[in-house]
T-cell receptor, first 119, second 110 residues
Framework: GAVVSQHPSRVICKSGTSVKIECRSL??????MFWYRQFPKQSLMLMAT?????????EQGVEKDKFLINHASLTLSTLTVTSAHPEDSSFYIC???????????????FGPGTRLTVL | AQRVTQPEKLLSVFKGAPVELKCNYS??????LFWYVQYSRQRLQLLLR??SRESIKGFTADLNKGETSFHLKKPFAQEEDSAMYYC????????????FGQGTELSVKP
C-alpha cells in the first residue's frame, strides 16, 4: 500500500531556532503533498499545498516566510519552521496525493505526524 | 464559503448501541465527501468516501444533497470503534485539498 513517512517523529527545540520536518512518500510518487497542523483533539488545519517543482500555495493566515515548504522531488517535501516560538508548538502532519495505479481518485495518504515542542 | 461542521465534539455510547456521527457541509458545487478515522496514537486513515457507497467496518454514510449532510452510521458499536472521526470535503479545481470538520471523538463503553 501507499505509505507516507515523516521525520522526525518528535522534536524539541529552543525558541528562535529553525526546525526542518521531512515528509516522504515511500512507495509512490506524489506530485502534490499537503501540510497540516493539528491541535490536541481538534481538527486538521491545512497550512499549504506543495507541488513538486513549484512554489507552495499557502492558506490564508499562514505565514509563508515562517513556514518554508520545499518539494524538491516527487517523493520528498520539507517544512521548515523558522525562528520557532512556543506558539508554534503543535502536531504537524503531511499527506501525499496518490494517483494512477495507486489511487484512481487521488486519495491522500497521511504521515504519522511530527510533534514539535518549542521551549 | 466551504465549511464542514461536526456538531458533536464527543459521542459516548455503550457497546452494541447504534451510532450516528453527524456531518454537515457547505459548498456551492458538487463536492466529494469523506470520513477519516484516527485511532489512538495512529495516523489518520480513510474510512470511506461517498462515491464508493461501501460499508467499511460496519460503517456507512449516505450523502444527502438536500440536507447537505453526510452522517456516519453503524448499527452496533464495538469498543474498537473508539477513535476520532473526521468528516472531510474535497471540491473540484482546488488542487485536491481537503477541508476537515472539527472532529468527533467516539467513545464506546463496555
Amino acid at each position: 500500500g501507499a505509505v507516507v513517512s515523516q521525520h522526525p517523529s518528535r522534536v524539541i527545540c529552543k525558541s528562535g531556532t529553525s526546525v526542518k520536518i521531512e515528509c516522504r512518500s515511500l512507495d509512490f510518487q506524489a506530485t502534490t503533498m499537503f501540510w497540516y497542523r493539528q491541535f490536541p483533539k481538534q481538527s486538521l488545519m491545512l497550512m499549504a499545498t506543495s507541488n513538486e517543482g513549484s512554489k507552495a500555495t499557502y492558506e490564508q493566515g499562514v505565514e509563508k516566510d515562517k513556514f518554508l515548504i520545499n518539494h524538491a522531488s516527487l517523493t520528498l517535501s520539507t517544512l521548515t519552521v523558522t525562528s520557532a516560538h512556543p506558539e508554534d508548538s503543535s502536531f504537524y502532519i503531511c499527506s501525499a496525493g496518490a494517483s494512477g495505479a495507486v489511487s484512481s481518485y487521488n486519495e491522500q495518504f497521511f504521515g504519522p505526524g511530527t510533534r514539535l515542542t518549542v521551549l | 464559503a466551504q465549511r464542514v461542521t461536526q456538531p458533536e465534539k464527543l459521542l459516548s455510547v455503550f457497546k452494541g448501541a447504534p451510532v450516528e456521527l453527524k456531518c454537515n457541509y457547505s459548498y456551492s458545487g458538487s463536492p466529494e465527501l469523506f470520513w477519516y478515522v484516527q485511532y489512538s496514537r495512529q495516523r489518520l486513515q480513510l474510512l470511506l468516501r461517498h462515491i464508493s457507497r461501501e460499508s467499511i467496518k460496519g460503517f456507512t454514510a449516505d450523502l444527502n444533497k438536500g440536507e447537505t449532510s453526510f452522517h456516519l452510521k453503524k448499527p452496533f458499536a464495538q469498543e474498537e470503534d473508539s477513535a476520532m472521526y473526521y468528516c472531510a470535503l474535497r471540491g473540484g479545481n482546488q488542487g485536491g485539498k481537503l477541508i476537515f470538520g472539527q472532529g468527533t471523538e467516539l467513545s464506546v463503553k463496555p
